[in-house]
């Protein structure tokens, strides 16, 4: 199981950043991507599924080079909805 925090690194070895959220349904075991930060002002980018070419403990390789994650897309993280049966 991946968890934020964890390395992201690129298939030319470079640091992408981290994980910031593991992006699905864990309790259906769907598994979409991940939203990784890079640096302490970077915004969240989403790196799909597809592009996760390993997982070790600790760390995530992914498929692409570091110049490829820049241009990877924001991700925005879904609004929360409680709800309550009334």
């Given at each position: 199981m ?27 075991g ?57």
């Open positions: 991946i968890e934020p925090g964890w390395r992201v690194l690129g298939s030319d070895g470079a640091e992408l950043g981290a994980v910031d959220q593991v992006v699905g349904d864990s309790v259906a769907i598994f979409n991507g991940l939203s990784i930060v890079a640096g302490v002002f970077g915004g969240p980018r989403y790196l799909e599924a597809e592009r996760v070419a390993g997982i070790y403990q600790g760390c995530v390789e992914a498929d692409i080079d570091a110049a490829a994650a820049e241009q990877l897309p924001p991700h925005e993280a879904a609004a929360s909805v409680e709800i309550r049966p009334d």
